[in-house]
């Protein structure tokens, strides 16, 4: 079991993605049937997440691992979707890192 630390959550996330990446460039037919940024980003995400989310045991982990992902993809692509539809990819990070009062504070 890895330690569920950003460290992990930035390498699982990044290789992860970087492949997915690389293997839309290597079979361009899959980045075709995949229609729209948006949904190929989803796809990335979700393996990194869930991967992330079961190499540390912890959801919140693969969260984290979620958004970056969808990040490195933006990143890589220029844009997620089309016409304006990638901003529910992108407003879920800040809430991931935010932390409400009643839940204790850093130690």
């Not at 980045?31 to 979700?46: K, P, Y």
């Not at 982990?61 to 970056?68: F, H, I, R, S």
């Not at 089309?82 to 990819?89: A, P, R």
Request: with cysteine; net charge negative.
């Amino acid at each position: 079991k890895a330690k569920a630390t950003i460290d992990t959550v930035k390498d699982i996330a990044t290789e992860s993605t970087l492949y997915g990446l690389e293997a839309y460039e290597k079979y361009p037919t899959t980045l075709e049937d995949h229609f729209g940024g948006s949904q190929r980003a989803t796809v990335f995400s979700i393996a990194a997440g869930g991967a992330t989310a079961l190499a540390t045991g912890h959801s919140q982990a693969g969260l984290y691992a979620w958004y970056l992902s969808m990040y490195l993809h933006k990143e890589g692509h220029g844009r997620l979707g089309f016409l304006g539809y990638d901003l529910q990819d992108q407003c879920g990070a800040t809430n991931v890192f935010s932390m409400e009062l009643r839940e204790g504070l850093l130690g």
